[in-house]
């Protein structure tokens, strides 16, 4: 289902007692809003007597189960955005993998090719969600975030007032990313502005671009799929980013919680279920089957886990280069009202002409306006004069 939709029932689930849900899973940025909420179970007081090793997990991924200092959720699975690029082209032009912003629109122009139905790059342009989630990602790569984080490390939400955050849209780092997101759709394909991650990815597997953005969860489809036309023709790259700014990519992915009016009584049972789900054997089985990431260390160093997809691998080495994050789309309860202001303004900058800095200071109100109606006060960031 479409996240938005999926964000629908999810809330059913979990306010509704008659629903009687034993385990919810829910999109990870998801999870300060529903702990604020008092609609999820915290799981520390039956954690410590369940077969779960939390240091099994690569730390980034299980601390997206933790808000407020405890553990709310348990992660089942969890992709990674990465940039993916048609090998066979770049080996044959003798071009190099780019790594920056401005290599990755050289070489998107070096592969334009619209006469040929080949274009420089696909990526999610749709008004929404799909741009929202784009200019977060791209954001990250410029160094910045929506809120202001003054530690980009594990731990960071350990750094800032979840509750009341300082927002951090109208930045210079935000300008970066809508110009770079400008730029890449003048060699994107045509439509881009309609692109969302199914169309974003048939593009690519159709053979009609060079490199794409993707979720490694899709991309994996690009290996096992019968209609692709780049299997085993695609390199699997590290996000590129503003030139001297430090590699990052953002983890997402689903945690299996607790609904709070499950009887406590049966949460131990309950968990125990959950971690069965989770297991490292469960997991294999995962990857075995397309999902070619598991957040846990045992399944990755698995020999047929490894042999199943090169994303496996691939992960697991930013992994453990610290080159994962879950700051990039924060999980702070004012989550999706970020998200469905971005996917207004950033879409007007990129595709309808609005002024970048109008389009970002608009944003940053807009959210701000939000925080106010959730009962917060709000506290300014350090946010850019617009003109």
């Not at 039956?46 to 553990?71: C, E, K, M, Y």
């Not at 953002?250 to 971690?275: C, H, M, Q, S, W």
């Not at 996917?343 to 306006?369: C, H, I, M, S, W």
Request: charged share 25%; with cysteine; aromatic share 8%.
């Amino acid at each position: 289902r479409p996240l938005p939709e999926l964000y629908d029932l999810v809330e059913q689930a979990l306010r509704d007692p008659s629903k009687a849900y034993d385990v919810v899973a829910l999109n990870m940025p998801w999870l300060g809003r529903f702990a604020e909420q008092g609609t999820l179970s915290p799981l520390d007081d039956v954690l410590l007597d369940a077969p779960i090793n939390p240091l099994d997990f690569h730390p980034s991924v299980w601390n997206t189960g933790r808000w407020n200092g405890r553990q709310y959720g348990i992660p089942i699975y969890c992709t990674v955005e990465v940039l993916i690029a048609r090998r066979d082209l770049f080996e044959d032009s003798g071009t190099l993998y780019p790594r920056t912003f401005d290599e990755t629109i050289t070489a998107a122009r070096a592969a334009h090719r619209p006469d040929k139905e080949l274009y420089g790059i696909a990526w999610n342009g749709a008004p929404g969600m799909p741009i929202a989630h784009s200019f977060m990602i791209f954001l990250a790569s410029s160094q910045g975030s929506v809120i202001d984080i003054p530690r980009k490390h594990e731990n960071w939400l350990d750094t800032i007032d979840p509750r009341n955050p300082r927002l951090r849209i109208n930045s210079e780092e935000g300008l970066i990313t809508l110009d770079y997101m400008r730029q890449l759709a003048e060699v994107s394909p045509p439509g881009i502005e309609t692109f969302d991650a199914d169309r974003n990815l048939a593009c690519f597997m159709a053979g009609h671009a060079a490199m794409s953005y993707s979720w490694t969860m899709r991309a994996a489809r690009l290996e096992h799929e019968l209609s692709s036309k780049v299997k085993r023709r695609v390199a699997y790259l590290t996000p590129p980013v503003h030139k001297g700014r430090e590699i990052t990519a953002p983890v997402g992915g689903f945690l299996l919680t607790i609904p709070g009016y499950v009887d406590p009584a049966r949460k131990r049972e309950v968990l125990n279920a959950v971690a069965w789900m989770a297991s490292p054997e469960a997991m294999k089985a995962h990857v075995k089957n397309g999902f070619p990431v598991a957040p846990r260390f045992s399944v990755c160093a698995d020999p047929e886990a490894l042999a199943s997809s090169p994303i496996v691998s691939f992960v697991d080495r930013m992994a453990r280069r610290h080159e994962l994050n879950t700051w990039s789309r924060p999980p702070v309860p004012d989550y999706i009202e970020i998200e469905q202001v971005l996917g207004t303004e950033t879409f007007a900058a990129v595709f309808e002409g609005k002024p970048p800095k109008q389009a970002l200071a608009d944003a940053e109100n807009a959210v701000y306006r939000a925080i106010r109606a959730r009962g917060a006060s709000p506290v300014r960031g350090r946010s850019m004069s617009v003109a």
